[in-house]
C-alpha cells in the first residue's frame, strides 16, 4: 500500500488578496445541499483570470501571442461546505513565475454578512494549480515573452511584498 | 518561496482496472479544443459511483443509511489533453478503505480505435479522490457500519488481488 | 409532418432592464470557440435570483417557507454567438406572476466595449422561463403566501411602468 | 401583456426511438434534491451525436468539411423531476431535415426497473432543438453537400417509417 501523500497546497493565507467574489447558485449545488466538488473550478477560473489580468497582462493578450496556460496539476482540500446563496470570496496570488510555468494559490472563503447568520469566517477549500505555457497550436511547452513574463512576475513580486 | 510538493498522485497502473467508459461531448470541450480540465470530474464521479456499486453497495444505500462521503482532497496529474468525441475509458480502484475514510485512484485513456488514427494508448490524467465518511444531517465525521467497511474493503482487496 | 410552432419568446425589449452581468468564461465555451449554448442557462438563474432579490423575496426566503419554484418551460433563441471574454448583460422582467406561477424574460447582449472592437451593441438570445411554485416537500402546486404575490407582482409591475 | 404562446415541442412519442442511456450524477443534481434543469442539455446532446453517427454522420466529418450545426433554438417542457441514480432513457427523432436546417425531437423517461420502487415509466420532459448548418470559419449559414444530406434524410425517413 503506497504511503499516501497530500494534495493540500500549502498555503500561508497572509500572503493572498481577495481577488473575486461570486454568488452560489443552485447550479452550483448538489442534493446534498451543498456546492458540488467541481463547480469550485469556474471561480478558481474567474479568479486567474481576473488576477492576471490586473497584472496587465489580459488571457486574450496570451491567446492573440499564439500561447496558452493549460492545467498541469492540481490540489485542492476541502474545509467546510459551502452553501446555496453563499457570496463566496476567493483570494488568491501567483505562488511561482517562471518563462515556461505559472502556480496560483487559492483560498476560497465566506465572510460574516455573506451568509445568514455566519459570525466568522469560515473557510471553504485552498487549492493550487499549476500551469504551463505552450504553443496553442502544437500544444507543446514554449517560454512566455519577456514582457508577459515580467508583467507576472511584478504581479508575483506585488502579492509577495503585499504580504 | 514555498518548496512546492507534488499533487501527481502515486499509482501504479497496474494496480487499476477499467470500471466506466464515456464519450467526450461538445459540452465538455472549450474554446482550445480540448477537454476543459473540470470536465473530468462528473467522469470521476461516474467511475467512483460504478465501482461502489460493483462492490455491493450502491451510493444510495449509503444515503439512505444517512451517510455520505464527500470529498476532501483532490489530486489530479494532467498528461495529455483530451479531444472531442474520444472514447476515454477510466481505469480505478479503492487504494484505501478505513471505517471513516475511502480514497479513489484513477487513470483516464484514450485506447488505440477509441480516437481517430491513434495508434498506442494516451494517458489523460491520473487522479487521487479522498473522501470521509460523514452523517448527511450534520456534516459530522460518522463510521460506516461494519457490512459498508466489509464490502468496501473487499472490493478494495480485489482489486489489490487482480493486479 | 408537424407544422414546426417557434420557441421564440415573444419579448419586447424596451420592458426589459438590465439586471446582471458576467465575464464568459473558458468554462462557458467549447471548441467551436464560442459559448456553448447550455451555458446561458446559469447566467438566467443568476439574473432571475437577483431579479427576485431586488423585489424585496430573496429565494431563501421561498424556501423557508417551504416552497419552491421550479421549470416548467423553457423558450429560446439564439442570435448569436458569445465569445471568450464577453463581459455579457442580462436584460430581464418578470412577465406573468400569478399565485401559483412566474414567468420570466431575459434578453443576453454584449455592449460596445465589452468585447474587443465591438462597435454596437450584439444580442446573443433571448429566452424565456415559466416556473411554477410548489411544495418542496411534496413537489405539488401550492399558492404563494399573499406577501410574496404582492411583492413579486409589485416587482412586475414597476418593471412595466419603467418601460 | 403578451398572450403566452407555448414553447412545448409538438411530439408524437411514438415516432421517436430509444437512442441513448445514462445514470444521473450528483453532478446533475441541486439542492432540490432533483436534476437541474440545464443537466439535461448534454444528454441531448448525446443523443443528438449519436443519432447522427447512427446515421451514417459522425459530427466530426461534419467538421472535417468546414461545417458545425450549432443551435438556433430550443423549446423544452418539464413534466416530472429526474432523481439522482436515475437510469435514463432519450428517445429522439430528426424531426426536420433541409440543406440548411435539422430539427431534433427529443423524449426523456425513466423505465421500470430504472429506478427504485418506480411501476409504470415516468416522463421527465419534451424537447425540441433547431439546427442552422453554418461554415465553421465564418459563422455564415451554408447548404449541407448533397451526401451529408441524403444521409440525415434517410435516417429521418427511417424513423418516421419505423413509426
Same mark, same amino acid.
Given at each position: 500500500?503506497?504511503?499516501?501523500?497530500?494534495?493540500?497546497?500549502?498555503?500561508?493565507?497572509?500572503?493572498?488578496?481577495?481577488?473575486?467574489?461570486?454568488? &452560489?447558485?443552485?447550479?452550483?449545488?448538489?442534493?446534498?445541499? &451543498?456546492?458540488?466538488?467541481?463547480?469550485?473550478?469556474?471561480?478558481?477560473?474567474?479568479?486567474?483570470?481576473?488576477? &492576471?489580468?490586473?497584472?496587465?497582462?489580459?488571457?486574450?493578450?496570451?491567446?492573440?501571442?499564439?500561447?496558452?496556460?493549460?492545467?498541469?496539476? &492540481?490540489?485542492?482540500?476541502?474545509?467546510?461546505?459551502?452553501?446555496?446563496?453563499?457570496?463566496?470570496?476567493?483570494?488568491?496570488?501567483?505562488?511561482?513565475?517562471?518563462?515556461?510555468?505559472?502556480?496560483?494559490?487559492?483560498?476560497?472563503?465566506?465572510?460574516?454578512?455573506?451568509?445568514?447568520?455566519?459570525?466568522?469566517?469560515?473557510?471553504?477549500?485552498?487549492?493550487?494549480?499549476?500551469?504551463?505555457?505552450?504553443?496553442?497550436?502544437?500544444?507543446?511547452?514554449?517560454?512566455?515573452?519577456?514582457?508577459?513574463?515580467?508583467?507576472?512576475?511584478?504581479?508575483?513580486?506585488?502579492?509577495?511584498?503585499?504580504?
Amino acid at each position: 500500500m503506497s504511503a499516501p501523500g497530500s494534495f493540500t497546497p500549502e498555503i500561508d493565507p497572509s500572503t493572498l488578496r481577495p481577488v473575486a467574489q461570486a454568488r &452560489i447558485l443552485y447550479a452550483d449545488t448538489d442534493k446534498m445541499g &451543498i456546492v458540488y466538488h467541481a463547480a469550485y473550478f469556474r471561480y478558481l477560473e474567474l479568479t486567474r483570470v481576473e488576477l &492576471i489580468r490586473g497584472a496587465g497582462l489580459p488571457y486574450t493578450e496570451m491567446e492573440d501571442a499564439g500561447l496558452a496556460l493549460p492545467l498541469v496539476e &492540481i490540489g485542492v482540500r476541502f474545509a467546510s461546505p459551502g452553501l446555496y446563496d453563499d457570496l463566496i470570496t476567493v483570494h488568491a496570488r501567483l505562488s511561482l513565475v517562471t518563462r515556461v510555468r505559472a502556480h496560483f494559490q487559492y483560498r476560497v472563503v465566506v465572510e460574516p454578512g455573506d451568509r445568514l447568520g455566519l459570525e466568522q469566517t469560515v473557510e471553504l477549500l485552498r487549492a493550487e494549480t499549476r500551469h504551463c505555457c505552450v504553443r496553442r497550436d502544437t500544444g507543446r511547452p514554449e517560454r512566455m515573452s519577456p514582457l508577459m513574463f515580467e508583467r507576472l512576475s511584478a504581479a508575483q513580486q506585488r502579492g509577495a511584498a503585499s504580504s
